[in-house]
């Protein structure tokens, strides 16, 4: 029974160790700093498979190399803490704009 148990620890080890080096090959290391604009992910209580990105928020300040403090807009500027896997980055969309000007037609873009 010893026997056994010493040979599952060994198996168990040797498994673990490869997922590890597997996953920090295919991870993707993302950091915020304050100030920086995010989506959250959001489950939806009744299915949990279903999902969606909600903010943009605000990054208020880091807890820890995984854990950020996010001020979401339009919830009474509530805070929350959230991971790191939680998070995305926000890249605002410029607006476009068309302007008719002597007969000939031009683009702006602009941020909003």
């Given at each position: ?21 597997w996953y920090d ?88």
């Open positions: 029974m010893r026997r056994c148990q010493e040979l599952a620890i060994t198996k168990l080890t040797e498994v673990r160790d490869k997922r590890k080096v090959n295919n991870a993707v290391k993302r950091e915020f700093r304050v100030g920086d604009l995010v989506l959250v992910l959001a489950t939806s209580k009744p299915n949990k498979m279903t999902v969606q990105w909600t903010g943009p928020g605000v990054i208020e300040s880091q807890l820890s190399e995984t854990n950020y403090i996010v001020r979401m807009r339009g919830k009474k500027d509530k805070t929350q803490i959230y991971h790191v896997n939680l998070l995305k980055p926000y890249h605002q969309r410029p607006e476009r704009i068309s302007l008719i000007v002597n007969g000939r037609e031009e683009i702006q873009e602009r941020e909003t």
